[in-house]
């Protein structure tokens, strides 16, 4: 793996960290208990928003688990195994680091 395209995965990393921190952050802000409904929301709507709270909380969730893959990610260039499948030990292609900066495992791992 040469050393510019590391460069550049780490900056790809280092926006994404940012980018999803501001989302979360953003996410905390917005998501209210569902609790608090005036007196004036019948059961539907109450249901309703409910389930949106239940769908804020799960956006939330897996974005706080994409955080921690790139949090990895950026490890893994530190310690110099970037770019390595975690489960078979072979390089990860480029095209797929390219799509996927926080990729674990290579395409075969994926699929099998
Ligand atoms: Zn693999």
Do not use: N
């Not at 980018?19 to 609790?35: F, L, Q, S, W, Y």
Request: one cysteine or more; charged letters at 35%; hydrophobic letters at 35%.
């Amino acid at each position: 793996m040469d050393v510019d395209f590391l460069i550049d995965r780490e900056l790809a990393i280092q926006d994404a960290i940012r980018d999803v921190e501001a989302r979360i952050r953003e996410g905390h802000d917005t998501i209210k208990p569902p609790g608090q409904l005036d007196g004036t929301e019948g059961r539907l709507s109450r249901q309703d928003s409910l389930m949106r709270h239940e769908m804020d909380k799960a956006g939330l969730r897996s974005m706080e688990q994409s955080l921690e893959a790139l949090k990895e990610a950026r490890l893994r260039i530190d310690r110099g195994t970037y770019g390595r499948c975690l489960q078979c030990g072979r390089e990860i292609s480029k095209d797929r680091l390219l799509l996927i900066p926080a990729a674990e495992c290579c395409t075969d791992c994926l699929s099998s």
